[in-house]
């Protein structure tokens, strides 16, 4: 692959992972800026708490495949470096989008996305870090950064492969600064925990 189409992969998949889903969808189905509502934050969890089940849903799925598409075809195409380079560029597109004024989500569906992309286990296993975390203490943000910080164990394992690991490594680390509110929520004992409503 030259250089040039590797770097209009990694642009493409820097567009993929900026769309909305969570501003999109709460605006066109259910007539709600999700920005204004709840933590104010465009991914899952503020949309389970303020446009439901259904909304929640969709927008998980949306986001996850923002991270998981790009990466895939990198995969199947036997590129494991690009597929690192992509999911990256994905989740910072999800976090920094240009659409809402480079602000976004916290990159945590997408991210999970690309790595189910690398792995169906590595993915699984972290889907289950995350359940296992948010279920015992039932706050999501725990769940995301304890599933976001054992991800490069995960993938190392799963694929041996040193460029998506650093991507697990380096996502788990935007994921943890993105969450800096909520650990000082959680210190706080502020933090809102799942299945609460709206603040």
């Not at 993105?178 to 925990?193: F, M």
């Amino acid at each position: 692959m030259t250089v040039a189409l590797g770097a209009a992969a990694v642009v493409a998949a820097f567009l993929i992972g900026s769309i909305p889903f969570g501003y999109l969808i709460g605006k066109v189905a259910f007539r709600t800026d999700i920005r204004r509502e709840g933590s104010g934050n465009i991914g899952a969890m503020n949309a389970l708490r303020t446009l439901g089940k259904r909304g929640a849903a969709s927008v998980l799925v949306l986001d996850a495949l923002k991270g998981f598409v790009p990466a895939f075809i990198a995969v199947r195409a036997g590129l494991p470096d690009l597929a690192a380079c992509v999911a990256a560029a994905a989740v910072l597109g999800h976090c920094f989008s240009p659409w809402l004024g480079w602000r976004g989500g916290k990159g945590v569906a997408t991210s999970f996305g690309a790595v189910f992309a690398f792995s169906w286990l590595a993915g699984l296993l972290t889907a289950a870090a995350w359940a296992a975390g948010a279920g015992t203490t039932r706050y999501s943000s725990v769940g995301s950064m304890a599933g976001s910080v054992l991800t490069p164990v995960f993938v190392w394992f799963t694929t041996r492969s040193v460029a998506e690991t650093i991507y697990a490594g380096m996502a788990a680390l935007l994921v943890l600064y993105l969450h800096r509110e909520n650990i000082a929520r959680l210190r706080a004992g502020t933090e809102r925990a799942i299945g609460a409503g709206p603040s």
